[in-house]
């Protein structure tokens, strides 16, 4: 299991129950260090995908390695933390109990138990509500409390399945430095979030999967590419600057803007100048790269038309 190896790597991992194909060719690799986005819709594979990855489930075809091991090495899952979408602990007991008690399943030294349990709820913002119930907690707190389960051992790799579900604004911004502070150290981050905003800010590369398979993948930048939306408010524009909008992308307005989809950066200056060519009086230009959101959309928009087509 050597440290230059890639975190994960995966060649067509597949999954089949029955006649249902849950996941058809997962080929993806992660370095260490790196905080990597799993991105799609619900049903599209994800969690079928992280269970194959952490060797709870065996994959019908396919191969990968976990931390240079084979998929499921048990010495190599003790180097993984986890923190599953869905998740209840004991509401009788006190959150050091349970994060104690995942300590002991670990493996941790007695002696090194007690520092790396109140670390972690340090770590998570639950040091003060460390000796309270779990059934007192918000949704919230039991998010934090499941996340400093994660983080026990100071793990190599970490599987984070929707961290920030349940949390408020700040709550999103420290699960974003834990997030950091984790790469900053060299352990790799596998991100699995429906807040796509959040993974724009804070993953290295994604990738997208839709029914089953995966669609796009790369660095944030390359997946979003130059492409712009330009909007302009313009004096009542005539045809003539439509015309001129045209040429540049998909026109739309949104209220006394116009919008243009699809333009190029460097496209910006000489669409004003166009414009003033053309005699129209420009108040405000306004010129922002597409977002991950709207570039997921355009990914499966593809697929959503098909299932349109299918049941028509």
């Given at each position: 299991?050597?440290?230059?190896?890639?975190?994960?790597?995966?060649?067509g991992?597949?999954?089949r129950?029955?006649?249902?194909?849950?996941?058809?060719?997962?080929?993806?690799?992660?370095?260490?260090?790196?905080?990597?986005?799993?991105?799609?819709?619900?049903?599209?594979?994800?969690?079928?995908?992280?269970?194959?990855?952490?060797?709870?489930?065996?994959?019908?075809?396919?191969?990968?390695?976990?931390?240079?091991?084979?998929?499921?090495?048990?010495?190599?899952?003790?180097?993984?933390?986890?923190?599953?979408?869905?998740?209840?602990?004991?509401?009788?007991?006190?959150?050091?109990?349970?994060?104690?008690?995942?300590?002991d399943?670990?493996?941790?030294?007695?002696?090194?138990?007690?520092?790396?349990?109140?670390?972690?709820?340090?770590?998570?913002?639950?040091?003060?509500?460390?000796?309270?119930?779990?059934g007192?907690?918000?949704?919230?707190?039991?998010?934090?409390?499941?996340?400093?389960?994660?983080?026990l051992?100071?793990?190599?790799?970490?599987?984070?399945?929707?961290?920030?579900?349940?949390?408020?604004?700040?709550?999103?911004?420290?699960?974003?430095?834990?997030?950091?502070?984790?790469?900053?150290?060299?352990?790799?981050?596998?991100?699995?979030?429906?807040?796509?905003?959040?993974?724009?800010?804070?993953?290295?590369?994604?990738?997208?999967?839709?029914?089953?398979?995966?669609?796009?993948?790369?660095?944030?930048?390359?997946?979003?590419?130059?492409?712009?939306?330009?909007?302009?408010?313009?004096?009542?524009?005539?045809?003539?600057?439509?015309?001129?909008?045209?040429?540049?992308?998909?026109?739309?307005?949104?209220?006394?803007?116009?919008?243009?989809?699809?333009?190029?950066?460097?496209?910006?200056?000489?669409?004003?100048?166009?414009?003033?060519?053309?005699?129209?009086?420009?108040?405000?230009?306004?010129?922002?790269?597409?977002?991950?959101?709207?570039?997921?959309?355009?990914?499966?928009?593809?697929?959503?038309?098909?299932?349109?087509?299918?049941s028509?």
């Open positions: 299991m050597s440290a230059s190896s890639p975190a994960l790597e995966t060649v991992l597949a999954k129950f029955g006649p249902k194909t849950a996941l058809r060719d997962l080929t993806i690799t992660v370095g260490r260090g790196e905080i990597f986005g799993f991105l799609g819709p619900n049903g599209a594979g994800k969690t079928t995908a992280v269970k194959l990855l952490l060797g709870l489930a065996l994959p019908s075809s396919g191969e990968g390695r976990l931390l240079g091991a084979p998929l499921g090495d048990r010495g190599a899952r003790r180097k993984v933390g986890y923190l599953p979408e869905l998740f209840r602990y004991q509401p009788w007991l006190a959150a050091r109990d349970v994060v104690g008690f995942h300590a399943l670990l493996g941790l030294a007695r002696a090194e138990r007690a520092r790396a349990v109140a670390d972690v709820l340090e770590r998570v913002g639950l040091a003060e509500r460390r000796a309270d119930r779990v007192t907690f918000s949704k919230g707190m039991q998010q934090r409390l499941g996340l400093a389960v994660a983080l051992g100071e793990p190599d790799l970490v599987f984070l399945d929707e961290p920030t579900s349940a949390l408020d604004p700040v709550g999103r911004h420290d699960v974003r430095e834990i997030v950091e502070a984790l790469a900053a150290r060299g352990a790799t981050v596998f991100l699995n979030s429906h807040l796509l905003t959040e993974v724009e800010r804070v993953c290295h590369r994604v990738a997208v999967i839709d029914a089953g398979a995966v669609v796009a993948q790369g660095t944030i930048d390359a997946m979003l590419g130059a492409t712009t939306a330009v909007r302009l408010r313009l004096e009542a524009p005539d045809a003539a600057a439509h015309a001129v909008l045209a040429r540049y992308g998909h026109v739309s307005n949104d209220g006394p803007w116009s919008v243009v989809g699809g333009a190029a950066e460097a496209d910006v200056p000489r669409l004003v100048a166009d414009l003033v060519a053309a005699g129209a009086r420009i108040f405000a230009v306004e010129a922002s790269r597409a977002t991950l959101e709207e570039r997921f959309l355009q990914l499966l928009r593809p697929a959503d038309a098909a299932v349109r087509d299918r028509a």
